[in-house]
């Protein structure tokens, strides 16, 4: 598979208190196009902060990140803003859906915010719903929504712009276990219909639906493993 | 999209909203009602002084009319050569005096004009007709109402009274033959106009022919100031004081109040701008998460400008049209407690509406206002987002 996004040499410092924290030290990594990876690692080891300069919300210290063959880290903030909206999905542990507007105008947002006619995001909108199983909750707002259901429709705000890849911290970090495997089935879905996802986690049910594991330490990948369908280690 | 965000969230806090809106109105009534003070007097007075078409008078020299007692003697001669300058079409001679009315045991004291009823400029008749006659004399309701008399009814006025003596000088018989409207007499003050030989007569001034004050018209594009000019040298018992000089003098005598005006009117403006700048201040501190979030899902710095500095443009433009309402309402009630001010005339307007000065206030706050968004929406969207969604998450 070729490179998706391409990470070399990443560092992210940060001054807390007068003294250097090494978020990120060194990373090099690279994401094929479909390709279904996990983060893991203990709290505070960077995986977020990582997953951060993946997604060009953060820019790193030193280093620089491809998507396609081209450096995103040197873009302004415009182009940031811009490659973000029609290339990356976002799923946050905590939802973030905008409280005010509903299910679905959640899920056009940022179909709007790309130009995208109100007939066809309205269409767009009810068949991603559709998709993460909510077709029904379109006019509810984020607070008539249970966390799983919240998710779900981050997930398919996430997808609004058919973006190649798709970042997600924490997913299943708000919600009970029934719940957060009908996440971790919903990225298996996603994944094999075509789209990358890196996933940070501490959930081992989710860390283990990917096809590749990476280990986190003290801001640096420790190992990567590549595992079989069923979760366990291959080769 | 935008515009449904910013409803949205202005509906998600409704009473928070309806308060900002509330407070714009106040700031924009008082701005309003400075605005119409300040600027509104002196156009009033000047819509005054030229209602009849007089755009000079003629004042004993180094008074002001009716500032003193001071008479202008010789009244028939300054007519003739007032008539000489070519450009004079009418003069009004008017003589001011007090007229006392004794009925039912009781004195009824009013302020009378003598006029010449054909060239007068001093009253509007509103019912009846104009005293053309010796001993017929028009009347104001204030004077009517207290006096209780009424047109076609007679009188005995005099122009002298000695309260001790209970003693009248100057009397004589007069028939109302008129309701009128006095222009340039202050609220509630009762007024009498009669002709100028009559008045005359009864005031002892007939040997001298005084008067207290000429007003004159000029033809249609003469030139007020070289008529002005002429009079004076021609005319040296008179100071000729034309529109723009009375107003001059006004604005003078008035200078603190339309300084306090422009003051308070500043002050509400900062006011207007405070409000909205702290209030917006605070709704985007409430939503720096959801902004990063925003900034993280591919929603444009620009695009979350707009949508804040639409929420301030809707508190701004609502406030300041309720501030329209509020601020005429409450200029309506200000301007019936300031006319009963002594001294000035009933006829003056405090707060007139001139739409320009008006338009160009509101607008200038529903600005201010618009722009009180841009800052605060600016800083949100322009935080670090990683760093705003880690803060957030652990809040």
Redesign the interface.
Known sequence: MSALLTARDLYRDYALDGTAVHAVHGVSLDVAAGEYVAIVGPSGCGKSSLLNLLGAIDRPTAGTVSFQGRDVSALGDRALTRFRLLHIGFVFQRFYLMPILTARENVELPMAEAGMSRPDREQRGDELLRYVGLQARGRHRPTQLSGGEQQRVAIARALANRPALVLADEPTGELDARTGAEIIALFERLNADGTALVVVTHDEELAHAARRLIHMRDGAIITQEVLAPNGSSGA | ?RG??AF??L??HAARTALAVLGVAVAAAMLLDMVMLSTGLRESFQHLLLSRGFQLRLAPRGTLPFDTEAMIPGATAILDTLRTLGDVTTVSPVLGAQLHVPRDGRVTTTFALGVNPAAQGDYELRSGRDPNDANELVANDEFLHAAGLQVGDTLEAATGYNPQLRTFAGQRRLTIVGRARFLYLSAGQPAVALPLRTLQAMTGHTRDDAVSLFMVRLRDGASVDAARDWIRAHVRTVDAISTADALAQVDDRLRYFRQLGYILGAVSLMVGFLLITTLMTVSVNERV??IA?????????P?VVQQIVLESTVISSAGTACGLALGLATARYLNAILSQFPGLPAAIDFFPFQPRAIWTALALLASVGILAGVYPSWRAASR????T??E??VA
Do not use: F, K, T
């Open positions: 999209m449904l965000l949205a969230a509906r998600g998460g959801e979030v925003m900034r993280a899902i591919g929603v444009s710095r695009h670090p987002i990683a760093g969604l880690r957030e998450a």
